[in-house]
């Protein structure tokens, strides 16, 4: 894929780790409705856990973010689908938030008139994304006026890589 073709989805390493531990765990509530006296308890929670991680896991596999030329095709995580030309973007925001548990995490939120995008550094596509915001600012299908000069800078380091390497 190129510049103007790619996809932006969400990282599926951890869900692999997620499905094992759901796994397990919705057999521990199938054994607890077995073998045990409450019944009752065990199907209720079997059935609560079962929802919220099917919601979870079809959150993760639903989202996703294809760019074909100034083509911008969105896909949420409930499965609603809107595309927008990048022409159409009135804002973009570069953001970082710092955790003490989990370091920084960096978001790019674009922003049209009837539509909010936002996207996570942790994201598959991410870097790309960032590239793709650039040249089409720098080629002016991009206001001028949507990018502020801060955000701008963060463009850079995003499509760089510099915010992803480990300093030493």
Do not use: W
Not at 4 to 12: G, M, Q, T
Not at 47 to 52: E, G, H, N, T
Request: glycine share 6%; with cysteine.
């Amino acid at each position: 894929m190129t510049l103007n073709e790619f996809k932006v989805v969400i990282s599926k390493k951890n869900l692999i780790a997620f499905l094992c531990l759901f796994i397990v765990i919705e057999i521990g509530l199938i054994a607890m409705i077995i073998f045990s006296d409450y019944v009752l308890m065990g199907s209720v929670l079997a059935i609560v856990l079962l929802i919220i991680g099917l919601i979870a896991i079809l959150s993760t596999v639903l989202f996703s973010v294809k760019v074909i030329g100034s083509t911008i095709k969105v896909r949420t995580r409930s499965g609603g689908q809107y595309e927008f030309n990048c022409s159409d973007i009135d804002e973009v925001i570069c953001s970082k938030r710092d955790s003490v548990r989990y370091g920084p995490s960096f978001y790019i939120t674009i922003m049209t008139k009837s539509q909010k995008l936002n996207l996570e550094g942790t994201m598959t596509g991410f870097q790309e994304m960032a590239g793709y915001i650039l040249n089409k600012y720098e080629n002016n299908e991009i206001r001028h006026t949507a990018v502020s000069e801060n955000c701008k800078k963060m463009l850079i380091r995003y499509k760089n890589g510099d915010i992803f390497k480990k300093k030493k």
